[in-house]
């Protein structure tokens, strides 16, 4: 158990509909990233937050967004969903705000977009 | 273009042999990470290497960063069936940690 808690684990659902993935990093973390992991992508780093503070940006879509609230834990919000958002979203959290000493993974939410 | 190549993509071996997954980019990092994921699971930590020229050991697990910090290499020595699983490395860059496309290993008995 790496101490980072993913909510739901599973999500189906509509093309054009919205969803709300949630992470609670570990405890004493303040980073929070987050990854989207297809089979011909591989993982897609698409953003970081810091204290609640948005820190780096990567390959994230308009209609995707995400915070971090004052408890520390993150939410990632899709919208106007597609068929190739379906995969794996993963939610990291570390101590420190770059450079990596270690991030910590989560167990991951799978999305499928019918 | 990933900016982390890894190869090979896929690896298939017997029970006891050896194997090397490298990890190679045209740009510097900070910093080399090699995480280890099972199916259904997130990425597990297994080393992080700093220093250029840097070797880590890890029990059946040697790990080396080159000396201009721009590639890495994971080696296994006498694989077994529970080292399966899909290696992925990784680059600290500007506060951000890129993935490569991993390393889909799998150790018949």
């Known amino acids: 158990d790496s101490g980072v808690t993913q909510t739901p684990k599973h999500l189906i659902t509509a093309t054009g509909q919205r969803v709300t993935l949630r992470c609670s990093p570990r405890?004493?973390?303040?980073?929070v990233y987050w990854y989207q992991q297809s089979l011909d992508q591989g993982l897609q780093f698409l953003i970081q937050?810091?204290?609640?503070?948005?820190?780096a940006k990567g390959n994230i879509l308009e209609r995707f967004s995400a915070q971090q609230f004052p408890d520390l834990h993150s939410e990632l919000n899709l919208s106007s969903l597609e068929l190739g958002d379906s995969a794996l979203y993963f939610c990291?959290?570390?101590?420190?705000?770059?450079?990596?000493?270690?991030?910590?993974f989560g167990q991951g939410t799978r999305l499928t977009v019918v | 273009t990933q900016l982390l190549e890894q190869s090979p993509q896929f690896l298939s071996i017997q029970e006891g042999e050896n194997l090397t997954v490298y990890c190679n980019s045209s740009?510097?990092?900070?910093?080399l990470q090699w995480y280890r994921q099972e199916p259904g699971e997130g990425p597990v930590l297994l080393v992080t290497v700093v220093t250029g020229g840097e070797v880590k050991k890890l029990k059946r697990l040697t790990f080396q960063f080159g000396d201009a910090r721009k590639d890495s290499s994971l080696h296994i020595t006498a694989a077994q069936t529970g080292d399966t699983g899909l290696y992925l490395c990784a680059g600290a860059r500007g506060g951000k940690l890129i993935f490569g496309q991993g390393t889909e290993l799998s150790v018949k008995p």
């Open positions: 740009s510097v990092f900070s910093s």
């Open positions: 937050y810091y204290n609640g503070e948005e820190r």
């Open positions: 405890s004493g973390d303040l980073s």
């Open positions: 990291a959290s570390s101590v420190g705000e770059g450079g990596f000493t270690e991030a910590f």
